[in-house]
């Protein structure tokens, strides 16, 4: 039997395994589909204070090599109607659950978390500052360190709960904006959110998407994320949660040696609800083939 289990921030995963954000509802919408034990923990689709209509349709289309586009524009019921409605559902067993926060500005953020404060089950939050498909906010604020930190800061101020800030893979330079977000009191770093990208119809001469761009994910990501993640944990003493292009537990074991200590399950999971599943499998096999015990040991053992 491999130790699957994981540490964070004072907090204990049965595994690593974490839900990408907006591609798995609000949490509950499997349950009677899929066995929720191979999750360490749960994070909602990203919520903000009033409720979001999200892009123009089409939102979302496949690319080649298994890529996806998805231009969705943070489309949610708002926090009160988050909390009347599904609130009461949480928490899932022994999964943590933790709520993606989104907001046009810092003031937005802080309403989130304090209204989200008061539901009892929550063991943390996701702040969601690089999301590609919207006007205000998104990128524009999480490309922007004294944005990233201002953010943080303001939300640490009116929570001890853990807090992951997700991070855009546009920068070069990750060290700049990780550090921000570390001064500023975060328990950890999710590597990364989606590339913007675009796919044509020639036929049509038209956009596949409404919205024209969109965020590109699934395996074609992998190497970029890859990088950021190890990036980041050079950059920074904090658990990194890694999140683009996963689908086996060899891409698992991978994101582990760079550093990361939480795996998102995104894209995947549209093709293949079971995957969660199957990737513990998948990972504890490959330990047990090499004699690893505990899968906390291949964190960040990348030999460079
Ligand atoms: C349809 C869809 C909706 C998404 N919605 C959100 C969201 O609301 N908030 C967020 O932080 N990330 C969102 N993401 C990004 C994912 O959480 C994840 O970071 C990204 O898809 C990369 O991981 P993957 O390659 O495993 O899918 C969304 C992704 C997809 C495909």
């Known amino acids: 039997m491999i130790d ?7 907090l204990a995963f049965r595994t690593p395994l974490l839900t990408g954000s907006g591609t798995f509802g609000y949490g509950d919408e499997y349950r009677t ?7 360490g923990g749960i994070i909602t689709k990203s919520i903000s204070r009033l409720p979001r209509p999200g892009n123009q349709p089409p ?3 496949e690319t080649q090599l298994g890529g996806l586009l998805n231009s969705i524009g943070l489309a949610n019921p708002g926090v009160e109607v988050f909390i009347a409605d599904k609130a009461q559902i949480l928490p899932f067993d022994a999964t943590q659950v933790f709520i993606s926060v989104v907001g046009d500005a810092v003031e937005e953020f802080v309403s989130v978390v304090e209204k989200l404060e008061f539901v009892p089950a929550v063991s943390g939050y996701e702040l969601n500052l690089s999301c590609p498909n919207v ?3 998104g990128l524009s604020l999480g490309g922007d360190k004294d944005a990233v930190a201002e953010i943080t800061r303001a939300c640490r101020n009116v929570t001890k709960r853990f807090i992951s800030v997700k991070l855009t893979p546009h920068h070069a330079l990750v060290a700049p904006l990780a550090e921000a977000a570390a001064a500023a009191g975060v328990d950890a770093l999710t590597m990364t959110n989606t590339l913007v990208g675009m796919v044509i119809d020639a036929e049509t001469r038209r956009p596949k ?5 969109g965020g590109y994910s699934g395996p074609p990501l992998k190497p970029v994320s890859l990088a950021k993640v190890w990036q980041a944990a050079k950059a920074v003493s904090l658990p990194i949660w890694a999140s683009g292009g996963i689908t086996c537990g ?3 074991i991978e994101f582990l040696l760079a550093g990361a200590s939480g795996l998102q399950l995104g894209s995947v999971l549209f093709a293949d609800p ?5 990737i513990l499998r998948e990972m504890s096999e490959w330990c047990e083939k090499r004699g ?5 040991d291949l964190i960040g053992q990348l030999k460079t």
């Open 209 to 213: 998407l409404g919205n024209v761009t």
């Open 250 to 252: 060899l891409d698992c």
């Open 59 to 61: 939102r979302i289309c």
């Open 4 to 10: 699957t289990s994981i540490q964070m921030g004072g």
């Open 292 to 296: 690893v015990k505990k899968l906390s």
């Open 33 to 39: 589909l899929i066995d929720y034990s191979a999750f």
């Open 274 to 278: 079971y995957a969660p599943t199957r």
């Open 135 to 137: 006007q205000k906010g």
